[in-house]
């Protein structure tokens, strides 16, 4: 099957290898220019195919995946007179995993219909790292018509398990929305369960590997002792947690959904400072825009 790809970044690409594995042909379009040099180099060493624009990844394409990092950035690619809607061919499939705005979903579903060419519009959300695409256990949940996953389903098989079917476009990201908060809530109460057990005398190793034979085990414990400390976790995790909890929080506002509890841990000094670390990010922000 030839597909299109847009954005073979940290988890992209490894999509891309298990699609390429499985015997599809894949184009991809790299939008970063300082990764296009490496793309390029990529092409030639093992047969990668690199697209210079979006028309010329998709036109072609049966399926055409984006996994880009910002839901503007799935907006910009999409939509629009140059996006990839506007040039891939009648009947093509969509298939959009990043983390963005359920109503962005909408909107793809919405200008797909209007070109009137049976292009149809996947939102899978996902669930998971580069090492569980490489083994073919990323989990993906599913918004939009179930036909249409069942047509596309031994594509997305190919990198990832289960593959659940959650109701109607935007609802794969809501999952993902819900799964988030709750994730990063989960590794707050892991921090504070650290500092308690400390003020009890016990250190964090030792609490870390004990709690994870015990009934307050979860993967989000598992993942902060894995990691060996909270701050080890954090130091890797927090930028991208915070880039969550900050879609999460803007996503409920605009609902007018209550987040709760999940949202009073989000909000705690646990998670703000010690795991999404606002003050540190504030004052990277802060140093980038000075510079530029």
Same mark, same amino acid.
């Given at each position: 099957?030839?597909?299109?790809?847009?954005?073979?970044?940290?988890?992209?690409?490894?999509?891309?290898?298990?699609?390429?594995?499985?015997?599809?042909?894949?184009?991809?379009?790299?939008?970063?220019?300082?990764?296009?040099?490496?793309?390029?180099?990529?092409?030639?060493? #093992?047969?990668?195919?690199?697209?210079?624009?979006?028309?010329?990844?998709?036109? #072609?394409?049966?399926?055409?995946?984006?996994?880009?990092?910002?839901?503007?950035?799935?907006?910009?690619?999409?939509?629009?007179?140059?996006?990839?809607?506007?040039?891939?061919?009648?009947?093509?499939?969509?298939?959009?995993?990043?983390?963005?705005?359920?109503?962005?979903?909408?909107?793809?579903?919405?200008?797909?219909?209007?070109?009137?060419?049976?292009?149809?519009?996947?939102?899978?959300?996902?669930?998971?790292?580069?090492?569980?695409?490489?083994?073919?256990?990323?989990?993906?949940?599913?918004?939009?018509?179930?036909?249409?996953?069942?047509?596309?389903?031994?594509?997305?098989?190919?990198?990832?398990?289960?593959?659940?079917?959650?109701?109607?476009?935007?609802?794969?990201?809501?999952?993902?929305?819900?799964?988030?908060?709750?994730?990063?809530?989960?590794?707050?109460?892991?921090?504070?369960?650290?500092?308690?057990?400390?003020?009890?005398?016990?250190?964090?190793?030792?609490?870390?590997?004990?709690?994870?034979?015990?009934?307050?085990?979860?993967?989000?414990?598992?993942?902060?002792?894995?990691?060996?400390?909270? #701050?080890?976790?954090?130091?890797?995790?927090?930028?991208?947690?915070?880039?969550?909890?900050?879609?999460?929080?803007?996503?409920?506002?605009?609902?007018?959904?209550?987040?709760?509890?999940?949202?009073?841990?989000?909000?705690?000094?646990?998670?703000?400072?010690?795991?999404?670390?606002?003050?540190?990010?504030?004052?990277? #922000?802060?140093?980038?825009?000075?510079?530029?």
């Amino acid at each position: 099957m030839r597909l299109g790809f847009i954005g073979a970044g940290r988890m992209g690409r490894p999509i891309v290898d298990r699609l390429r594995a499985a015997g599809h042909d894949v184009t991809v379009l790299v939008r970063r220019p300082q990764s296009r040099a490496t793309a390029e180099t990529e092409a030639d060493a #093992d047969g990668l195919t690199w697209a210079p624009t979006i028309a010329e990844t998709v036109r #072609d394409a049966d399926a055409v995946f984006v996994a880009v990092l910002t839901d503007e950035q799935v907006r910009s690619v999409c939509l629009g007179p140059d996006g990839a809607l506007a040039a891939m061919r009648p009947g093509a499939t969509l298939i959009q995993h990043t983390t963005s705005d359920p109503a962005t979903a909408h909107l793809l579903v919405e200008a797909a219909a209007e070109r009137g060419t049976g292009i149809r519009v996947l939102d899978a959300a996902l669930s998971g790292g580069p090492n569980d695409i490489a083994e073919g256990r990323l989990t993906l949940w599913v918004g939009g018509d179930e036909t249409v996953l069942e047509d596309v389903r031994p594509l997305l098989a190919t990198y990832a398990s289960p593959v659940l079917w959650v109701g109607p476009a935007g609802n794969g990201q809501r999952v993902k929305l819900v799964n988030n908060a709750l994730f990063v809530a989960q590794v707050g109460l892991a921090v504070d369960a650290v500092r308690l057990a400390g003020s009890l005398g016990i250190d964090e190793r030792a609490i870390l590997g004990a709690l994870q034979h015990g009934s307050g085990a979860s993967r989000a414990l598992a993942v902060v002792a894995g990691g060996g400390s909270v #701050d080890a976790v954090a130091a890797r995790l927090s930028a991208l947690m915070l880039k969550d909890v900050t879609v999460v929080r803007e996503v409920a506002r605009n609902a007018g959904a209550d987040l709760g509890i999940i949202g009073t841990v989000l909000s705690s000094d646990a998670v703000e400072d010690k795991v999404l670390r606002v003050a540190d990010a504030a004052d990277n #922000d802060n140093t980038r825009r000075a510079a530029s």
